[in-house]
Structure formats: structure tokens, C-alpha cells
């Protein structure tokens, strides 16, 4: 794998690939404790150091698992260990939510699950709608003061709320997000709108999730019979099941056969590939069920796509950037900035 790298404006270290969980434990779509522990020492054998969890994937039973694996080979010190809090369970209980309250007791469950005294990056899973910036940032650079928590991020979240938080962070010393968790592929690209220009200009890195849309890219689906993919997780009910099946993502996959065949790789790595070199991308969250799907998205931090590849498949998957931003065009840019085509040096 390639080197370590900083985790946007912090000192904290990861590969370029993290380890993603959400499968392991999975009674479902996952896999049981002695595959996810193969993944895991392939994942750390070949140069990875950085594991992302959540106390919500599978009812707190992989956060268990994690934390007899990492206990049982002694590596809680060579890695970085990332969970999430904010999806709450049911039963009529106020369990979820950004809120303070749910960040403290979300974070104790965690630790106790993990086995462990500190987490390494805690996220906000998702915002909530309600709670405000400065109840997340105060929580978090409490938390930070106890020494239960390294550094933090925030997932899922508008990017005007992770600019105030930030910035709130700042002008008051405070312990800054360093980071942002979000959908991105080939198949959603809604994030280059507002999230990666706000991650860019404000020193947080980008940490894509689901960079294969949940299975979907591999090329296993088809476009006359989705369910061709027997066993595969879209084709099961879980949250990442109903979306993906469009006429711009079929066209996309179409062009992303042709690259893979074009450059010799699988599909599933040259999409993987495709996100880990995305502007303000730091590392992306790999998920694998079995150990051949981890090292199919192993080999893309070793293969980066040749330009012609690359530029074919931002071609074809562009999205429509929409108002305000059609009118930054460099035609544009021009009429604004008085002649020629200005260049940001830090972009
Ligand atoms: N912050 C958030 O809200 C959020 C949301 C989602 C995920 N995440 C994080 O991101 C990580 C990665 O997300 P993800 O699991 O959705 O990633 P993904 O890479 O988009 O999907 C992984 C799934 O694709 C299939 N797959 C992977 N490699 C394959 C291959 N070579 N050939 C065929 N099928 C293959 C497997 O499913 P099947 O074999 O079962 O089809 C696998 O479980 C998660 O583990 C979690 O840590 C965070």
C-alpha cells in the first residue's frame, strides 16, 4: 500500500485505504468472526492501519468483534481505531440523535465494546436536524479533554454545518473536525458540489464511504435482471438496497467496463482506484465481505489509473453541479476575474 498520510490538518496518521466493518458480524450481509479476522490480517499485513466502525453495525456485535480481534493479536497501539455515535436504536427511548447526552453514553458503550480507553477518531454519524454546532464541538473537545477521544469528524452532515463547525472550533481554540465521512463513487458524486470545495479550503480530509455503491460497481448487477447477483447485499434488505439501480448508473457502469477492460483490471478495483485519487480524498473506506473482494480493493492503491482512464470515467459520471455553480465556469471566470483564466495556487 502506499504511505501513511496525515488525516486532513491533524497529526493523525492512516493508510490510504481504511478498513471498513460494517459487514463484519453482519448476520445478513456480513461475514463471521474467522473471515473478518483473515480480512483483518491481510488488511494489516499489507500495509493498512486504519479500522472504521459504528456502535449502531449490527447492534454493537461488530464493535465486539473488533475488539476481541484487536485484543487477541495485541495491535491496539499499530492501529488507528475509528467509531461513530448517533444512530439511536427504537424502543421508544431517545437512544440516537448528535445531541450531547447520546455522544457521552454512545462513547462509553463503545469503549467497553472495543475493549479499549481511547478512541483514535470519533465521528458524528449522522446530524440530526437539530442539535447545534457548538453543542457537537463543545462535546467533542470535552471528550478530548478526558482523554477518551484522539480526534474527531463528522459524517453525513450539510457542508454549511461542518463550515460552522469548524470555524466555531477554531475561533474558540477548540479540538477542530478533522475530517468528513460521506457517500462517494462513481455513482454519487453529489459531495463535489459543496463538501469537497468547503473540505479543501478548510483543511479537512474527505473519507468516502461505500466507493463500490454498496456492491454495485463491481459489475456482478445487471441491467436486465438486478438480481442476477445472487447473494449480493443489494439484492437483500439493508438501507444501501433500493437506490442504485438508475439508467445514469447503468450508463456509468457501462463505461467503467470498458476502463477496466481497457487497463486489465477488475472493475471493482479500477472504480475503488477512481475515488482514492479524487481531490482532498485522504483514504477510503473499503468494504469487504470476503477476503478475494478485500484484495481485489487492496490492488487499487497499487494501480492508479493511467489519465486517459480517469478522465473517460469523470466524463462519464459527471454530474450536473447546478446553480450557483454553472456559473463558475472558466468562460466565466474570465468575464469575473478581467481576461485569461486565474488559477488558485492551493487548489
Ligand atoms: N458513515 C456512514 O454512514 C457509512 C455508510 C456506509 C458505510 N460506511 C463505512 O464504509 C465502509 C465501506 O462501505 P461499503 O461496505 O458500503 O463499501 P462498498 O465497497 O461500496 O461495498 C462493499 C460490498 O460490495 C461487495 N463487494 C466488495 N468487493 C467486491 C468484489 N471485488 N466483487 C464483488 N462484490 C464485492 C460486497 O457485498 P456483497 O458481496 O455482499 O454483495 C461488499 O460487502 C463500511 O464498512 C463502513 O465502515 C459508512
Not at 454512545?106 to 442539535?131: C, F, K, N, P, V
Not at 466524463?315 to 446553480?323: M, N, T
Request: aromatic fraction near 6%; charged fraction near 20%.
Amino acid at each position: 500500500m502506499r504511505d501513511l498520510r496525515t488525516l486532513g490538518h491533524s497529526g493523525l496518521l492512516v493508510s490510504p485505504l481504511t478498513l471498513g466493518t460494517m459487514t463484519m458480524a453482519n448476520p445478513g450481509w456480513g461475514s463471521d468472526e474467522k473471515e473478518s479476522g483473515r480480512i483483518l490480517d491481510r488488511f494489516l499485513q499489507a500495509g493498512g492501519n486504519a479500522i472504521d466502525t459504528a456502535d449502531v453495525y449490527a447492534d454493537g456485535a461488530t464493535e465486539e468483534l473488533l475488539g476481541r480481534l484487536i485484543s487477541d493479536r495485541g495491535i491496539r497501539d499499530a492501529v488507528v481505531i475509528a467509531t461513530k455515535y448517533g444512530f439511536g436504536g427504537g424502543g421508544g427511548l431517545v437512544t440516537g440523535g448528535a445531541g450531547r447526552a447520546t455522544m457521552v453514553r454512545a462513547l462509553e458503550g463503545s469503549l467497553r465494546r472495543l475493549a479499549t480507553d481511547r478512541i483514535d477518531l470519533y465521528w458524528m454519524h449522522t446530524w440530526d436536524g437539530l442539535t447545534p454546532a457548538s453543542e457537537v464541538v463543545q462535546g467533542m473537545a470535552d471528550l478530548i479533554a478526558a482523554g477518551k477521544v484522539s480526534h474527531w469528524g463528522l459524517s453525513n452532515t450539510p457542508a454549511w454545518f461542518a463550515a460552522q463547525a469548524i470555524t466555531l472550533a477554531r475561533a474558540h481554540g477548540l479540538p477542530t473536525p478533522i475530517a468528513l465521512q460521506l457517500e462517494y463513487s462513481l455513482v454519487a458524486r453529489d459531495i463535489e458540489r459543496e463538501h469537497v470545495p468547503a473540505a479543501r479550503e478548510l483543511g479537512m480530509g474527505v473519507v468516502p464511504w461505500s466507493p463500490l455503491a454498496g456492491g454495485f460497481l463491481t459489475g456482478k448487477y445487471r441491467r436486465d435482471d438486478p438480481a442476477a447477483a445472487a447473494g449480493g447485499r443489494l439484492t437483500k434488505d439493508n438501507p444501501f438496497s433500493d437506490s442504485k439501480f438508475t439508467d445514469h448508473n447503468w450508463a456509468v457502469l457501462d463505461a467503467l467496463a470498458e476502463v477496466a477492460e481497457g487497463v486489465g483490471r477488475p472493475a471493482a478495483e479500477v472504480a475503488t482506484a477512481w475515488v482514492l485519487d479524487r481531490p482532498a480524498v485522504d483514504t477510503v473506506l473499503v468494504g469487504a465481505r470476503t477476503l478475494d473482494q478485500l484484495n481485489t480493493s487492496l490492488a487499487a492503491a497499487e494501480h492508479p489509473l493511467p489519465s486517459d482512464a480517469r478522465e473517460r470515467l469523470d466524463a462519464a459520471s459527471a454530474q450536473d453541479l447546478g446553480y450557483p455553480y454553472d456559473i463558475f465556469t472558466p468562460r466565466m471566470a474570465a468575464n469575473i476575474c478581467g481576461g485569461g483564466t486565474p488559477v488558485h495556487r492551493l487548489r
